[in-house]
């Protein structure tokens, strides 16, 4: 539905975030308690909540992602398609990606736009 608001030149921060929520409402009912943000870049805002770590109730309070300063152009139209994304997160070094690994890959990112 937010593709198609999207392609449509409408408001679909709306979509976006409902559909954040409805991810973290499944983990929850999992029994996940913290979610990473993960990001594909795309902008600084999007880059800057890349690798951070929350309890699923504070993500679920605040709703930090979808960012609301994204500037990312979907296909080149209308600013803000978020690309973070949340994943599960165990606190397990066995299953969790380093967070070296998140700082490296936004330095990466950052001097990727600087282009």
Known sequence: M???LQEEGKEFFGC???S???HLMEYKRQKVEKVRIV???GCPACIDMMGKVLAIDVALKEMPIPVKD???KLHGKNPGWCRCRYIPYLNDPKYDTPDSFYE???EKRISELKR
């Open 16 to 18: 976006l975030q409902e």
């Open 104 to 106: 490296e890959l936004k």
């Open 2 to 4: 937010a593709l198609f």
């Open 39 to 41: 990001s594909g870049g």
């Open 70 to 72: 994204c500037t990312f």
């Open 20 to 22: 954040q929520k409805m």
